[in-house]
């Protein structure tokens, strides 16, 4: 039988137990889940950018999850349990949550980068924890653009396109991803694709 939710080698796979958690249980496609999720990640959006909020508290962090996808996934706004394709041991997510963002509390306070590195650092670092069963880079990206604004510049752009669709564009997003991932100080390409 076909997976109605294949993956792609960047994409994280949903386990069945997370599959379990879906709400609407109309849907059966991939495209469908896109679209209800879509739904859910422009209310977020709305929602989020309506009045300032503490983005680096690590309940922030999680409530904005929740926003995103609560009409979509039982376990929204839950650090995952499991192990993926990508991110750190599920027992060290709170921790290296914590981390980043005292971190970028620190980058801030002393000016340590411009405003678009420290964000774009601050986004590296959140993808790869991959702290979500699912929804990861959409998630890091609204919270990188609300973090942005909040710093006074303009929201990215993310190469201009949706990148939760294969294409060219999200291809060019992972490999200035994995460039970072190999070395950390190696953003130039996320900082351009995300002004891109």
Known sequence: ?????????????????????????????????????????????????????????????????????????????????????????????PAQIKSLLDDTKYWIEQATFSPDEI?????????????????NGRHARLMTDALIVQLGRPRFTWGGAHLAARGDDRDAYVAALKAADKDPNDIEPLLTFARS
Not at 20 to 30: E, K, R, S, V, Y
Not at 119 to 135: E, S, T
């Open 1 to 93: 039988m076909n997976d109605p939710f294949p993956t792609d080698d960047a994409a994280t796979p949903i386990s069945e137990d997370e599959r379990a958690g879906l709400i609407p249980q109309h849907i059966t496609l991939q495209a469908e889940l896109n679209e209800y999720e879509a739904r859910g990640i422009a209310e977020a959006d709305a929602w989020l950018h309506r009045r300032r909020h503490n983005l680096l508290e690590q309940t922030f962090v999680r409530t904005l999850h929740k926003r995103m996808f609560r009409t979509v996934w039982t376990w929204a706004g839950s650090f995952r349990t499991t192990g993926k394709n990508i991110g750190v041991d599920a027992a060290l997510i």
């Open 119 to 135: 964000c774009i650092r601050f986004h590296h670092r959140l993808v790869l924890i991959h702290p979500f069963p699912n929804g």
